[in-house]
């Protein structure tokens, strides 16, 4: 098991590509619609032998095709493990100074421990909280890293709130024997508010629980945002704002998406007809 001082060094491994000088923000005005370098990492985690998920690697893969299609270099990557997920991070984090846009996608079990977010890899297993940061990656970790970058966007999309395996102090085994867990997390994930540059968004509210799709190879959140990205004009925040009504629509409002956005430039993930956004 990779300890809690190995996964940090690991990620902050980057801070000389990251802190290397740049070029002036982008201003308010700047339209970064346009045929620059865009990279996307998208992770699907699904397999977990105590709380498995069906959704995420569909969703992932659905969403790999679409940002292939919308002309992004996409990193794929399934049922990652912990040293593998903290890699993935850490290679998307040194490749992000020379891209304009950098996007994570990632679908999976997330926690929230003391206001900190969390990706769960597969083989987790924690017995406490402290295992808890141990043995996952810390979401605000990975956007500090990228809010580095002085120029471009950032877009960080999580659908990992889908259900707190650890919640309410206690774990079911893949025996179905139910263990004691030492300190009980918070449903869902926490606020995390985007840095400049920055936009996060969330399958739903803070502290809430979204839903792995009953039906279908796709999350109710991950459905709507395929059916949008691909939609030419339409400003990243009026994305969303589809995205948020459709969910929230289909799950009767128990299930409300939720973004924190400090973008400076108007972003479209798809140009309209005469190649602008909005």
């Known amino acids: 098991m990779v300890t809690l001082l190995t996964r940090r060094m690991l990620l902050r491994c980057t801070l ?3 802190a290397l000088p740049f070029g002036p923000a982008m201003s308010a005005s700047a339209n970064v619609t346009g045929a620059e370098s865009r990279i996307a990492l998208v992770i699907g985690n699904g397999a977990y032998p105590a709380a498995p998920l069906k959704n995420p690697t569909g969703d992932a893969n659905a ?10 270099d996409v990193t794929l990557r399934q049922n990652t493990r912990l040293r593998e997920l903290i890699e993935s991070l850490r290679e998307f984090s040194v490749r992000a100074p020379k ?13 929230q421990v003391k206001g900190r977010n969390y990706l769960v890899p597969i083989d987790a297993d924690p017995k406490s909280e402290e295992d808890i940061q141990r043995q996952s990656a810390d979401v605000g970790e990975f956007v500090d ?3 580095a970058i002085r120029t471009g966007a950032n877009i960080v999309v999580l659908d990992a709130c889908r259900v707190n395996p650890f919640a309410g102090g206690v774990i079911v ?9 030492r300190g009980a997390t ?18 739903t509210a803070p502290n809430g629980v ?19 990205l691909p939609t030419p004009g339409l400003q990243i ?12 629509e289909d799950t009767g409002r128990v299930q409300v998406p939720w973004e924190s956005s400090s973008l400076t430039a108007d972003f479209c993930f798809k140009s309209d007809a005469n190649g602008r956004c909005g």
Do not use: C, W
Not at 63 to 72: D, K, Q, S, T
Not at 186 to 203: E, N, Q, R
Not at 211 to 222: C, F, I
């Open 16 to 18: 000389g590509a990251a």
């Open 63 to 72: 969403v790999a095709a679409a940002l292939r299609g919308l002309g992004y």
């Open 99 to 111: 891209a304009s846009v950098r996007m994570l996608f990632y679908a999976g079990h997330g926690v």
């Open 145 to 147: 890293r990228l809010s």
């Open 173 to 181: 085994g893949p025996d179905g024997r139910r263990l004691k867990f």
């Open 186 to 203: 918070p449903g869902g994930l926490a606020t995390l508010d985007a840095p400049v540059g920055t936009l996060v968004a969330f399958s």
């Open 210 to 228: 979204a839903l792995d799709g009953t039906s279908g190879e796709h999350s109710v959140y991950a459905r709507h945002l395929l059916a949008n």
């Open 237 to 248: 925040e009026q994305l969303f704002k589809r995205v948020r009504i459709g969910v929230a």
